[in-house]
């Protein structure tokens, strides 16, 4: 089963397209078992898994992320996500990059008209 934590930057990050507060962000680079991770805590803040699913405190107690970790969210484009970079050098989550125009790069699989949209988009400024 495939999965993915929920995270909370802190302090909360705006679209770099369209200036919009972002919520709601999703990796798959931690534990994947429906945890929420915010920024500055070492163990996870809540998990939304039911059932079989949850973690024991123990094992709660256990999980951190990994070193560096992609998260997205979905905001003004239906083609792209947001995305951001955490890092978590001692195993607490403490600093986050936002993905914008001046940082992106072309992922191995992405098609360079692609990811020139993705740069236009993140480029703001036309809706
Ligand atoms: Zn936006």
Redesign the pocket.
């Known amino acids: 089963m495939s999965l993915f934590d929920y995270y909370i930057p802190e302090p909360a990050l705006r679209?770099p397209?369209?200036?919009?507060p972002l919520a709601d962000w999703q990796g798959t680079g931690g534990p994947k078992a429906l945890l929420v991770w915010k920024q500055g805590v070492r163990s996870p803040v809540d998990q939304l898994a039911e059932g079989d699913g949850r973690l024991e405190a123990e094992a709660l107690a256990a999980v951190h992320l990994p070193n560096v970790f992609r998260i997205y969210t979905a905001?003004?484009?239906k083609r792209f996500f947001?995305e951001a970079i955490g890092r978590a050098p001692n195993g607490t989550w403490s600093s986050t990059e936002l993905i914008t125009v001046n940082n992106a790069q072309r992922d191995k699989d992405e098609r360079m008209e692609d990811f020139k949209a993705r740069l236009r988009w993140l480029q703001g400024g036309h809706h």
């Open positions: 679209c397209a369209c200036t919009a905001c003004c484009s947001v």
